[in-house]
Structure formats: C-alpha cells, structure tokens
C-alpha cells in the first residue's frame, strides 16, 4: 500500500512565524504535490514537484516556497505566517509515467495562525 | 468561471437509497476524470477513476463521463452510513501534472 505521511496533524503558530510541514512518500513516485484545503473553495494547488530539485507554481503559490532535496519528501514552508494561510494543507503523490492515473494523499495538516 | 463546478449539497439520505453525484466542467481538453471520497478530518481518497467516457463499476458505485455535455456522475447504489462522507470530482488533461477539484459535495446516509 502506498503511503503518504505528513508530519504534523495540528499546528498552531503565531503570525510572523516561519512554519515548515513535511511530506514523505514511500513508494519512489516522481510526483508531490501540496494542496490546501478551504470550504467552499475546495482543493487549490500550491507547488508541485516532477522530480528532486525540480518545483512548479500551481494556482496559489504565494506566500509559500517548498523544497525537494529527497525523492521521497517534500516540504511546504510558510516564510512568514499569517492568518489567511489557516488552512487544512494536503500532501499528495503520483507515479511519473502513464498508466492508472491517481493521486494518494496525506492525512493533511490543520494549521491554525493566530 | 470555475473550471469544475459541483453542487456542495449537504445531501442526506436514507440508507439504502441511490445517490448521484455530478460535476460539470469547462475545459473540453479534460480526459481523466477520478472521484474522491474524504471522510471528515481525513485526506482523500481515490475512489474511482475513469479514462474518457463512458462507464466503470466498481461494486456499488458507477462512474459516468458525458464528454459531450462535458458532465460526469457517480452514483452509490444501497447505500449505506459509511458513506457518509465529501465527495470530491477530479480531472486532467492528458500529459498535464495537476489536477482540478471539485469542491466537494458532503454526503450523510441516514440509518
């Protein structure tokens, strides 16, 4: 079975607060992605990475930058916290090459920036 | 406009009643289409997942893609309070790397 971890499932941090949250995959897949989560406004992408060292912008990278150095994890950093970036944030994974296309995601984090 | 739209409910039904689901989108370039369920304080996970159109069964749930009227539906036969949950559409374009979300649409199933 494949599996995502995140490192934390509650975070509480202070506005200003540089915050980290860790994703590793354990299945050797090329793709990582992280969401978050919003009611109403459903999954919205934040970066995604192709391979180590390698990132891309998705739909709502401001305000974060991530950071591959191993395959297997990817990390979502919050330079400078504030409150609308209270969020439920997503994890997730995907093989590179074609085939049964899915993504597995995390159990997600739940960041509260007071 | 959105490029997937899905009606958020919340949708409550008696056990054992058929559920549909749908979704609607905007890009006629969208060829995989998944649906997620997420249970509540949960990441999501993948239900079904369909290449183009047509339909795919899976035990009590059906996935159907109308590229034509560029809808797809998932429907739960007798269904049951375990699936009470959010369940979210997906879909991509072929060779693209991100997906694009439904917002999800919260189910309950009453016993």
């Known amino acids: 079975d494949v599996k995502v971890t995140q490192s934390s499932r509650y975070l509480v941090k202070r506005t200003g607060e540089k915050v980290f949250l860790e994703c590793v995959q354990d299945?050797?897949?090329?793709?990582m992605f992280w969401y978050r989560q919003d009611p109403g406004l459903g999954l919205r992408l934040i970066y995604f990475s192709y391979d180590v060292k390698m990132k891309e912008k998705g739909d709502i990278p401001e305000g974060y930058s991530v950071s591959r150095e191993k395959k297997e994890r990817f990390s979502l950093i919050l330079e400078s916290a504030s409150t609308n970036q209270t969020s439920m944030y997503l994890c997730?994974?995907?093989?590179?090459?074609?085939?049964?296309?899915?993504?597995?995601f995390g159990p997600g984090t739940r960041l509260l920036v007071l | 406009q959105k490029e997937v739209e899905q009606d958020p409910g919340p949708l409550s039904v008696p056990e054992g009643a058929i559920v549909s689901l749908n979704c609607t989108y905007s890009?006629?370039?969208?060829?995989?289409f998944m649906w997620y369920r997420q249970y509540s304080r949960k990441g999501p996970e993948l239900l079904m997942y369909?290449?183009?159109?047509g339909n795919k069964e899976d035990g009590r749930f059906t996935a159907q893609v109308d590229k034509s009227s560029k809808y797809i539906s998932l429907f739960i036969r007798d269904s049951q309070p375990s699936d009470s949950a959010t369940y979210l559409c997906?879909?991509?374009?072929?060779?693209?790397?991100?997906?694009?979300f439904g917002t999800g649409t919260r189910l309950t199933v009453i016993p």
């Open positions: 299945m050797d897949h090329e793709n």
């Open positions: 997730a994974s995907r093989p590179g090459t074609g085939g049964r296309e899915t993504q597995y």
């Open positions: 997906a879909m991509r374009q072929t060779g693209a790397n991100n997906l694009f």
């Open positions: 890009n006629s370039a969208f060829q995989y």
């Open positions: 369909t290449y183009s159109s």
